[in-house]
T-cell receptor, first 117, second 115 residues
Framework: EAGVAQSPRYKIIEKRQSVAFWCNPI?????LYWYQQILGQGPKLLIQ????????DSQLPKDRFSAERLKGVDSTLKIQPAKLEDSAVYLC???????????????FGQGTRLTVV | AQSVTQLGSHVSVSEGALVLLRCNYS??????LFWYVQYPNQGLQLLLK??????LVKGINGFEAEFKKSETSFHLTKPSAHMSDAAEYFC?????????????FGKGTHLIIQP
């Protein structure tokens, strides 16, 4: 079974530039998450999709971050314009949304390491 | 709001010694708790999860954790550390409400194995 695919693995941009990250979840997984992991901290949820609808984006800085999952499969996370404090690893995760969803495992991709200079 | 506290940002043990990584949670409802491991430049891998079926949970790679409601704890243990266990470990609690079920993570504990 293929895992969660993310690209690119690394990205270096200057502040005020824009950047986009791509994620392809495990086939059949209806739920997709984007997390931000700043160095030395645990991942923080940015946004959760159920199919192509947003379930939770309460921690997404909407003035500069946006995300979409138009066809309910792969997803794109965008930052525009980037700030120095956006330097982090951006992790995508997916899970199969069954009836007992709260104990369902989330599978993580390898992440995209963003450096803003 | 739910939260997780991991005591000790770094833990160092000798190879073959007991591993104990501490996690305390705060939750107003019965929690769903997870331990994940992260190797350098990798994503997170599930070690084990507590789902109320049993208080002692066994996971992969010889790890286990015990849920103690009275202490609001979910500490991770392994009887004998191996060099390959060196990694970052995260405790997480799953939130719920309105369909939102994202994980809330602790800050992580870096496990160092001394030869």
């Amino acid at each position: 079974e293929a895992g969660v695919a993310q690209s690119p693995r690394y990205k270096i941009i200057e502040k005020r530039q824009s950047v986009a990250f791509w994620c392809n979840p495990i086939s059949g997984h209806a739920t997709l998450y984007w997390y931000q992991q700043i160095l030395g901290q645990g991942p923080k949820l940015l946004i959760q999709f159920q199919n192509n609808g947003v379930v939770d984006d309460s921690q997404l800085p909407k003035d500069r971050f946006s995300a979409e999952r138009l066809k309910g499969v792969d997803s794109t996370l965008k930052i525009q314009p980037a700030k120095l404090e956006d330097s982090a690893v951006y992790l995508c995760a997916s899970s199969f949304r069954g009836g007992a969803r709260l104990n369902t495992e989330a599978f993580f991709g390898q992440g995209t390491r963003l450096t803003v200079v | 709001a739910q939260s997780v506290t991991q005591l000790g940002s770094h833990v160092s043990v000798s190879e073959g010694a007991l591993v104990l990584l501490r996690c305390n949670y705060s939750s107003s409802v019965p929690p769903y708790l997870f331990w994940y491991v992260q190797y350098p430049n990798q994503g997170l891998q599930l070690l084990l999860k507590y789902t109320s079926a049993a208080t002692l949970v066994k996971g992969i790679n010889g790890f286990e954790a015990e849920f103690k409601k009275s202490e609001t704890s979910f500490h991770l243990t392994k009887p004998s550390a191996h060099m390959s266990d060196a990694a970052e470990y995260f405790c997480a609690v799953r939130s719920s409400g309105g369909g939102a079920d994202g994980l809330t993570f602790g800050k992580g504990t870096h496990l160092i194995i001394q030869p």
